[in-house]
T-cell receptor, first 116, second 111 residues
Framework: DTGVSQDPRHKITKRGQNVTFRCDPI?????LYWYRQTLGQGPEFLTY????????KSRLLSDRFSAERPKGSFSTLEIQRTEQGDSAMYLC??????????????FGPGTRLTVL | KQEVTQIPAALSVPEGENLVLNCSFT??????LQWFRQDPGKGLTSLLL?????REQTSGRLNASLDKSSGRSTLYIAASQPGDSATYLC??????????FGTGTRLTVIP
């Protein structure tokens, strides 16, 4: 299967700990997106990369959050000093951007984070 | 700020019925509108993408329409099946290059 993969699928951590998630996009997709989804809500945009450049960050992405895509392939999302409010599903998506409005985003299965 | 609303929040129908899901958005300056399906605890699967210049898209039993000027889209599902049970999300892509999602419609198709 050459879809978007995310690791781990589930993470339980204690408040104050740091966590890191990984996303492997579809090969040759130049764009990679991170979203957060809480129960009963639609996903909310966090940030996106075009190749290795982080082009936009939502105001939801506090200074405890950092994302990287060092070689323009996989990406990591790190949350420092986790809080209970960080509990959510973290979704990654990738696309082959050819022009505004034309690319379909393909989503991974998500990483469910629970902060105790 | 773009806001996306989906009505109804939940819908139960008997197998075989045709149904319509509604999506509305506040800012008509969009590049496209997409419909996704999400199964419980899973990621999203793209169903249809309608570019802002298009009026509708069809895929199998699914038909999505877009009226950009009025800020509305509908997803029509024909001859519903139990396997269609899922949450359906609509999302609009804006000039900010990201998707604004609605809260979804949870569909249950009863055998």
């Amino acid at each position: 299967d050459t879809g978007v993969s995310q690791d781990p699928r589930h993470k339980i951590t204690k408040r104050g700990q740091n966590v890191t998630f990984r996303c492997d996009p579809i090969s040759e997709h130049n764009r990679l997106y991170w979203y957060r989804q809480t129960l009963g809500q639609g996903p909310e945009f966090l940030t996106y990369f075009q190749n290795e450049a982080q082009l936009e960050k939502s105001r939801l992405l506090s200074d405890r959050f950092s994302a990287e895509r060092p070689k323009g392939s996989f990406s990591t999302l790190e949350i420092q000093r986790t809080e209970q409010g960080d509990s959510a599903m973290y979704l990654c998506a990738s696309s082959h951007f050819r022009g505004a409005g034309t690319d379909t985003q393909y989503f991974g299965p998500g990483t469910r984070l629970t902060v105790l | 700020k773009q806001e996306v609303t989906q009505i109804p929040a939940a819908l139960s129908v008997p197998e075989g019925e045709n149904l319509v899901l509604n999506c509305s958005f506040t800012d008509s300056a969009i590049y496209n509108l997409q419909w996704f399906r999400q199964d419980p605890g899973k990621g999203l699967t793209s169903l249809l993408l309608i570019q802002s210049s298009q009026r509708e898209q069809t895929s199998g039993r699914l038909n999505a329409s877009l009226d950009k000027s009025s800020g509305r889209s509908t997803l029509y599902i024909a001859a519903s099946q139990p396997g269609d049970s899922a949450t359906y999300l609509c999302a609009v892509e804006t000039g900010a290059n990201n998707l604004f999602f609605g809260t979804g419609t949870r569909l249950t198709v009863i055998p």
